[in-house]
């Protein structure tokens, strides 16, 4: 048997000794050792681990647009990711424009089509109703099915004006009469309160920026513990996702969450070029690092952005080091060294390890980053 490429000496985020063989884009086998012909060989330096490619669900890569933009790219195969989903940056109106472009990047990309119809063109994109209408939404998620993964609404007071919990409403609407599609809700500040918000979502919704240091967050500021009605949505199964953004994550929040047993389903940056270039996000490796100062174990991070989201966006062929599945993987080294982080509010803490996509691979194809 002769295969397009095989990765030797890796080995999987528990220490265990990998070797993948690729063919046609797909992992067609995975093993401890392999010894096979080969176009090419991949031979990873001592210490190097790979997983699943890493996946970001929640960045804003569409490059026409002024308010939230980047390259996919940039923000995706540089930064040792191999999938983003664009949050709702785009409508049915400009969505279509978005996919012709995001076909020519090396990085797999997919959308949320933004429930207002031209998506964030300005801040406030569901304080005019007249800009929901479903029968474009619906046409976009028809149109392009192999792109357009869910719909996203934003819930907070800039972006709705007047119009209460109804945006969100017209969002679970859509998503019934669409087969249930995966949705994704960003939360600020009120209104609508987030016990609100909460109520009307459904296990399997995302609630993106978690863990937000505002005061409609999940966190009693007086008693300092996680409120009741947003533990209420964690066993329900609503998915909490980190989308740490310029404004939405904050130390003390995700580490009051994990004192009580709260841990974010997926991690992922809400990342555009202001907060690329100027921080506080920088990239996913860094919003990993986050959360590995908060406590978290790094197979658990690897699993946030590798099978956690695949699951939450049904992609059925990513997420795993699996026969069968896209050859899209991440090669990195975990190494100890001393960075200061800063959250959404300015806050810091020291780093003592730090995580560094080396190769990235999608479909095959072997990136250096």
């Not at 953004?245 to 389903?265: C, I, P, R, Y």
């Not at 990513?318 to 800063?342: N, S």
Request: glycine share 8%; charged share 25%; proline share 3%.
């Amino acid at each position: 048997m002769s295969y397009d490429l095989i990765i030797k000496n890796g080995r999987t985020i528990d220490g265990k000794p990998i070797e993948i063989a690729i063919n046609a884009g797909k992992i067609v086998k995975v093993s401890d050792t392999i010894e096979a012909k080969s176009k090419e060989v991949l031979e990873l330096v001592a210490d190097s681990y790979l997983s699943a490619g890493w996946i970001d669900d929640h960045v804003h890569c569409f490059e026409k647009m002024t308010l939230y933009y980047d390259f996919p790219d940039e923000i995706g195969v540089k930064k040792g990711i191999t999938t983003v989903i664009d949050a709702g940056t785009t409508g049915a109106e400009n969505i279509h424009e978005f996919y012709d472009l995001a076909k020519q990047a090396k990085t797999n990309v997919y959308a949320l089509v933004n429930i207002s119809k031209w998506g964030i063109v300005e801040q406030d994109e569901l304080a005019d109703l007249s800009k929901v209408k479903e029968e474009l939404v619906h046409k976009a998620l028809a149109e392009l099915p192999d792109f357009v993964v869910g719909i996203k609404a934003r819930m907070s007071k800039t972006v709705i004006g007047e119009n209460g919990i109804t945006p969100l409403e017209m969002a679970k609407k859509i998503q019934k009469e669409n087969n249930d599609l995966p949705l994704m809700v960003h939360i600020g500040s009120a209104p609508p309160e987030l016990d609100e918000i909460l109520a009307h979502m459904s296990k399997g919704d995302v609630l993106t920026h978690c863990f937000n240091g505002k005061p409609n967050g999940i966190l009693n500021k007086e008693t300092d513990q996680i409120k009741d009605f947003a533990w209420a949505a964690y066993d329900k199964g609503i998915v909490f996702d980190i989308g740490h953004g310029t404004d939405s994550f904050n130390f003390h929040v995700a580490e009051a969450a994990l004192k009580e047993g709260m841990k974010a389903t997926s991690i992922s940056t809400d990342i555009y070029i202001r907060n690329r270039e100027n921080g506080p996000v920088y990239d996913l490796a860094t919003t990993m690092e986050k959360l590995r100062v908060v406590g978290y174990e790094w197979p658990e991070i690897i699993e946030k952005v590798t099978e956690a989201p695949a699951k939450n966006f049904h992609f059925d062929t990513k997420g795993h080091l699996k026969e069968g599945y896209d050859a899209d993987i991440t090669v990195f080294t975990i190494e100890a060294g001393h960075k200061t982080l800063t959250d959404s509010n300015g806050f810091t803490r020291e780093a003592k390890e730090l995580i560094k996509p080396v190769k990235t691979i999608i479909g095959g194809t072997v990136y250096d980053n």
